[in-house]
T-cell receptor, first 115, second 111 residues
Framework: ETGVTQTPRHLVMGMTNKKSLKCEQH?????MYWYKQSAKKPLELMFV???????ENNSVPSRFSPECPNSSHLFLHLHTLQPEDSALYLC??????????????FGSGTRLTVV | SQQGEEDPQALSIQEGENATMNCSYK?????LQWYRQNSGRGLVHLIL?????REKHSGRLRVTLDTSKKSSSLLITASRAADTASYFC???????????FGTGTSLTVIP
């Protein structure tokens, strides 16, 4: 384990389902991130939370809804997804200061398949 | 765009050979990092190089940074089969707190 734990590891859901992805970090970091990784594409930054406030939302469709109840936990709520949303969803955390970011620690990811 | 671009997209070498991967980017950065990803897993941080550094070493890894050319290279010496993975560079904006990744280089080390 890297210190960032993601559950579940695999998820298959229908287009009408509602599910949530969970991420937990045990590193005392002050920023957490959701990335989407699709085949042959760069990692897409979806959401950034710094000090529990959302500071970035890169035009992600509203069917993805993040939640950060505290600095250690991050959720991604999913509803009415499309087949093209099938991907590996990665959570990461980092320690950010005014001097910059000291690198991410990633979880192992959730492999999502939308049927 | 901000993201780095790795080159080549795929690389296949024999065990014991050296592997070199390159990364180019377009805007000023504070830091550049290299990550490794084994198939279907999360990314693992390998090394960070700051914009005022030109070279950094970590074990069999050597990273160089040329800010005038906006490029970086990752050299893995004496490769092993266990080095088989995808390698990504990540760049941050000079004012931002997030990193942008490219599509990666897929490295295969043949035993």
């Amino acid at each position: 384990e890297t210190g960032v734990t993601q559950t579940p590891r695999h998820l298959v859901m229908g287009m009408t389902n509602k599910k949530s992805l969970k991420c937990e970090q045990h590193l005392g970091h002050n920023a957490m991130y959701w990335y989407k990784q699709s085949a042959k594409k760069p990692l897409e930054l979806m959401f950034v939370y710094s000090l529990e406030e959302r500071v970035e939302n890169n035009s992600v469709p509203s069917r993805f809804s993040p939640e950060c109840p505290n600095s250690s936990h991050l959720f991604l709520h999913l509803h009415t997804l499309q087949p093209e949303d099938s991907a590996l969803y990665l959570c990461a955390s980092s320690q950010f200061s005014g001097q910059g970011n000291y690198g991410y620690t990633f979880g192992s990811g959730t492999r999502l398949t939308v049927v | 765009s901000q993201q780095g671009e790795e080159d080549p997209q795929a690389l296949s070498i024999q065990e014991g050979e050296n592997a070199t991967m390159n990364c180019s980017y377009k805007t000023s950065i504070n830091n550049l990092q290299w990550y490794r990803q084994n198939s279907g897993r999360g990314l693992v941080h390998l090394i960070l190089i700051r914009s005022n550094e030109r070279e950094k070493h970590s074990g069999r890894l050597r990273v160089t940074l040329d800010t005038s050319k906006k490029s970086s290279s990752l050299l893995i010496t004496a490769s092993r089969a266990a080095d088989t993975a995808s390698y990504f560079c990540a760049t941050d904006a000079s004012t931002g707190n997030q990193f942008y990744f490219g599509t990666g280089t897929s490295l295969t080390v043949i035993p």
